[in-house]
Antibody, heavy 116, light 108 residues
Framework: QVQLQQWGAGLLKPSETLSLTCAVSGGSFSAYNWGWIRQSPRKGLEWIGEINHSGSTITYNPSLKSRVTISVDTSKNQFSLKVDSVTAADTAVYYC?????????WGQGTLVTVSS | EIVLTQSPGTLSLSPGERATLSCRASQSVSSSYLAWYQQKAGQAPRLLIYAASSRTTGVPDRFSGSASGSDFTLTISRLEPEDFGVYYCQHYGSSARTFGQGTTVEIK
C-alpha cells in the first residue's frame, strides 16, 4: 500500500516562496507519476502539476506554470513543490498524490496560509 | 481547458435511497480519462472510479460509473451512512487536468 507523507511551512508572507515535500513509502516509486493538487473554498480542487519518477517529464497547470517548480529526488523517494511569489490567492490545502492520470493515493494535506 | 460542471450542487437523500450524480464536460472527452472521488470533511479525496466506469480496489459495488458522450454519471445504488460527503469528477485526458466543483450528498 503506497503511503505519502508531506510536510512544509504552513504560514507565509506575500512574495515568499511556498515549499512542500512529499515522501513515498510502501510501493514502487517508479510505478507512478507524482503530483500536487490544492483545494480552496474559492477555486475548489485545482491540479498544480506532476512529474514522472525520473524527473524527465514534468507537466504544469498553464495558469500556474510561471511560478511553479516540481522536482524529484529518486534517492529518497521524495518529490517537492515550490511556488514563487505567493499571494493570498495561494492560500489553500495542498495535497501530494500518486498519479496515473487518476489519483489513487494522497498525502494528508498541508494547510498553507498566506498573510501579512 | 475542459470545464466539468457537476449537478446537482446538493443531493439530500436518506440511507437506502439511490443517488445519481452528474458531470458534464464542456467539450468532447474520452471516457477513458474520467475519474470520480469521494471526500469527507478533513480528509483527502478518495479515488472511487477511473476510466469512467472502473472501480478502484476496495470500492463497494454499490458505486458505479457510466458515460454517454460528454455526460458522465456516478450512481450509488443504495446509500449507506458512510457514503455521505462530497463527490468530485476529474478529467485527466489532457495536460491540463481539471476537477468539477463537487456535489454534496447529505442526509435528509
Amino acid at each position: 500500500q503506497v503511503q505519502l507523507q508531506q510536510w512544509g511551512a504552513g504560514l507565509l508572507k506575500p512574495s515568499e516562496t511556498l515549499s512542500l515535500t512529499c515522501a513515498v513509502s510502501g510501493g514502487s516509486f517508479s510505478a507512478y507519476n507524482w503530483g500536487w493538487i490544492r483545494q480552496s473554498p474559492r477555486k475548489g480542487l485545482e491540479w498544480i502539476g506532476e512529474i514522472n519518477h525520473s524527473g524527465s517529464t514534468i507537466t504544469y497547470n498553464p495558469s500556474l506554470k510561471s511560478r511553479v517548480t516540481i522536482s524529484v529526488d529518486t534517492s529518497k523517494n521524495q518529490f517537492s513543490l515550490k511556488v514563487d511569489s505567493v499571494t493570498a490567492a495561494d492560500t489553500a490545502v495542498y495535497y501530494c498524490a500518486s498519479s496515473r492520470g487518476a489519483l489513487p493515493y494522497w498525502g494528508q494535506g498541508t494547510l498553507v496560509t498566506v498573510s501579512s | 481547458e475542459i470545464v466539468l460542471t457537476q449537478s446537482p450542487g446538493t443531493l439530500s437523500l436518506s440511507p437506502g435511497e439511490r443517488a445519481t450524480l452528474s458531470c458534464r464536460a464542456s467539450q468532447s472527452v474520452s471516457s477513458s480519462y474520467l475519474a470520480w472521488y469521494q471526500q469527507k470533511a478533513g480528509q483527502a479525496p478518495r479515488l472511487l472510479i477511473y476510466a469512467a466506469s472502473s472501480r478502484t480496489t476496495g470500492v463497494p459495488d454499490r458505486f458505479s460509473g457510466s458515460a454517454s458522450g460528454s455526460d458522465f454519471t456516478l450512481t450509488i445504488s443504495r446509500l449507506e451512512p458512510e457514503d455521505f460527503g462530497v463527490y468530485y469528477c476529474q478529467h485527466y485526458g489532457s495536460s491540463a487536468r481539471t476537477f468539477g466543483q463537487g456535489t454534496t450528498v447529505e442526509i435528509k
